[in-house]
């Protein structure tokens, strides 16, 4: 009887499977922005079944002026990270689940760079 799958194919299909489950999903996110003319704005949003404990946003680049980032929707926003030139900053909050939770790029003064931002639950 002929094997359909050998072991070195089931160990490459393993491989695969996991490299595409690493993607953005509901609860995380990375994204890059080099476009500075607009607001951005976007949502995480909690798995049911899943504990969560924090809500982590990295924030990695540059910026030829003032860029503020917040942790909300910008009608919301009553605090706000303020970054220019180089940086990079990492802001950890409590979450326990329920809603989803917000985050904001305002390019603010500034016209042009590039910023990561890595966000999840």
Avoid: H
């Avoid at 996991?18 to 080099?34: A, P, Q, V, W, Y």
């Avoid at 942790?71 to 706000?80: C, N, V």
């Amino acid at each position: 009887m002929k094997k359909l799958i050998s072991n070195n194919n089931l160990k490459l299909i393993a491989i695969l499977m996991l490299l595409s489950s690493c993607g953005n999903t509901t609860d995380n996110k990375k994204i890059t922005i080099e476009d500075f003319d607009e607001k951005f704005t976007d949502s995480l949003t909690p798995i049911s079944g899943k504990s969560y404990a924090v809500y982590y946003i990295k924030i990695k680049g540059t910026s030829n002026d003032t860029i503020r980032i917040t942790a909300s929707k910008p009608e919301d926003s009553s605090y706000y990270y303020y970054l220019n030139g180089d940086f990079e900053k990492e802001i950890r909050m409590d979450y326990y689940g329920g809603s989803n939770q917000y985050i904001t790029f305002d390019p603010y003064k500034a016209t042009e760079g590039k910023v990561e931002l890595t966000y999840r639950l």
